[in-house]
Antibody, heavy 118, light 108 residues
Framework: QVQLQQWGAGLLKPSETLSLTCGVY????????WSWIRQPPGKGLEWIGE???????TYNPSLNSRVTISADTSKNQFSLKLSSVTAADTAVYYC????????????WGQGTLVTVST | EIVLTQSPGTLSLSPGERATLSCRAS???????LAWHQRKPGQAPRLLIY???RRATGIPDRFSGSGSGTDFTLTISRLEPEDFAVYYC?????????FGQGTKVEIK
């Protein structure tokens, strides 16, 4: 059973860089795309982007200029960096594997509340 | 970007009743790549339906999905106590993936 466990700083100041990492247990990065998704307070889910084991990425254009997602196959983990954060980036951030073809399944991390405040 | 609009925002029903949730897309969802997720407080979402009508592994058959193009429906034939939750539709036919705002199914 695949499990995702995420970690990273939960309190940032405006203009800082958000950094989160997600460890994959019970499975491998290879063969799948791995996503970051966030949910601001009282709002819906927003897909941030995805990465595969070889580092190929796709980002949401709304965040494209500020986001970097990377994969580290040696550690079986992937990471999110979001630069120049503002209060609008306050949200619960999730790592996830959402696979809708072949080995269909959805696996989510536990979520990390990231608050941006002075 | 495909915008997904879910209705109603809240559905108040009793256990045993039928729930019908709607998800409308701003443009055609390629190959009906539409999923439904269930979310309970303090838990990660659970995948219910993918490909508009295919149940994910382990999902009871009281959950069914239908629709195509721009109009999709999630039906829960008889609500069980554990079904009261928030439901999100999501399209993965176009980039970026997008989610609806959610429909809360609450106990009447």
């Amino acid at each position: 059973q695949v499990q995702l466990q995420q970690w990273g700083a939960g309190l940032l100041k405006p203009s800082e860089t958000l950094s989160l990492t997600c460890g994959v247990y019970g499975g491998t990065l290879s063969g799948y795309y791995w996503s970051w998704i966030r949910q601001p307070p009282g709002k819906g889910l927003e897909w941030i982007g995805e990465v595969n084991h070889s580092g190929s990425t796709t980002y949401n254009p709304s965040l494209n200029s500020r986001v970097t997602i990377s994969a580290d196959t040696s550690k079986n983990q992937f990471s999110l960096k979001l630069s120049s954060v503002t209060a609008a980036d306050t949200a619960v951030y999730y790592c996830a594997r959402l696979t809708f073809g072949g080995d269909v399944g959805a696996y989510w991390g536990q979520g990390t509340l990231v608050t941006v405040s002075t | 970007e495909i915008v997904l609009t879910q209705s109603p925002g809240t559905l108040s029903l009793s256990p045993g009743e039928r729930a019908t949730l709607s998800c409308r897309a701003s443009q055609t969802v390629r190959s009906n790549y539409l999923a439904w997720h269930q979310r309970k407080p303090g838990q990660a979402p659970r995948l219910l339906i993918y490909g508009a009508s295919r149940r994910a592994t382990g999902i009871p058959d009281r959950f069914s999905g239908s629709g195509s193009g721009t109009d999709f429906t999630l039906t829960i034939s008889r609500l069980e106590p554990e079904d009261f939750a928030v439901y999100y539709c999501q399209q993965y036919g176009g980039s970026p993936w997008t989610f609806g705002q959610g429909t809360k199914v609450e106990i009447k």
